[in-house]
């Protein structure tokens, strides 16, 4: 490359570069036979997928153990309509078996994913096994008492920043 008033010519030697170690690579579909929805063990779980599909996908069949049994971190990148809204009701579940009174926030990118998460999660998971869901973004902040009594928060990354910036204050957020 040739740069405009470029005066000086200075080599680099690469010889002793040192580079960072490269992460590990990305976990491979397995080809897993899929699980059916009996693998949930409650009927109240099946009963908020029946007539929608029979068995789960193959990224939640994947993940389903570490989702559904165990209280381990999950980053679960997919494309779009591979089954992570379902993935991550499959988390809640297992947060409301296991750490009953606890919180689970649902981070939505833009005000338009929220209201769609409000809508689906009203009208279904939380209306069928009386979960209570608040929304918290630019156009809608809850009182202290709705955050308080809801089950799911689902937010914005901008207001979730915000509240949770405080956390040792706010009991609502220990909770998560």
Same mark, same amino acid.
Request: hydrophobic share 40%.
């Given at each position: 490359?040739?740069?405009?008033?470029?005066?000086?010519?200075?080599?680099?030697?690469?010889?002793?570069?040192?580079? $960072?170690?490269?992460?590990?690579?990305?976990?491979?579909?397995?080809?897993?036979?899929?699980?059916?929805?009996?693998?949930?063990?409650?009927?109240?779980?099946?009963?908020?997928?029946? @007539?929608?599909?029979?068995?789960?996908?193959?990224?939640?069949?994947?993940?389903?153990?570490?989702?559904?049994?165990?209280?381990?971190?999950?980053?679960?990148?997919?494309?779009? *309509?591979? @089954?992570?809204?379902?993935?991550?009701?499959?988390?809640?579940?297992?947060?409301?078996?296991?750490?009953?009174?606890?919180?689970?926030?649902?981070?939505? $990118?833009?005000?338009?994913?929220?209201?769609?998460?409000?809508?689906?999660? *009203?009208?279904?998971?939380?209306?069928?096994?009386?979960?209570?869901?608040?929304?918290?973004? @630019?156009?809608?902040?809850?009182?202290?008492?709705?955050?308080?009594?809801?089950?799911?928060?689902?937010?914005?990354?901008?207001?979730?920043?915000?509240?949770?910036?405080?956390?040792?204050?706010?009991?609502?957020?220990?909770?998560?």
């Amino acid at each position: 490359d040739t740069w405009l008033h470029a005066e000086e010519t200075l080599e680099l030697p690469l010889s002793g570069l040192q580079l $960072p170690a490269r992460g590990p690579p990305h976990t491979e579909l397995l080809d897993l036979d899929p699980l059916p929805l009996a693998a949930l063990g409650k009927q109240q779980y099946m009963e908020l997928y029946r @007539g929608r599909f029979t068995h789960f996908n193959p990224i939640q069949t994947q993940a389903f153990h570490t989702l559904f049994h165990t209280d381990e971190s999950v980053l679960l990148g997919a494309p779009t *309509g591979s @089954g992570k809204t379902i993935s991550s009701e499959l988390a809640m579940m297992r947060l409301w078996e296991a750490h009953p009174g606890d919180k689970a926030i649902y981070i939505a $990118p833009l005000k338009a994913l929220v209201r769609e998460r409000m809508n689906d999660w *009203g009208k279904g998971l939380c209306k069928r096994l009386g979960k209570r869901i608040v929304e918290l973004t @630019g156009d809608y902040t809850p009182d202290l008492a709705a955050l308080l009594s809801a089950d799911i928060i689902i937010a914005t990354p901008e207001k979730w920043d915000g509240i949770s910036r405080n956390w040792q204050s706010r009991g609502y957020v220990k909770k998560v």
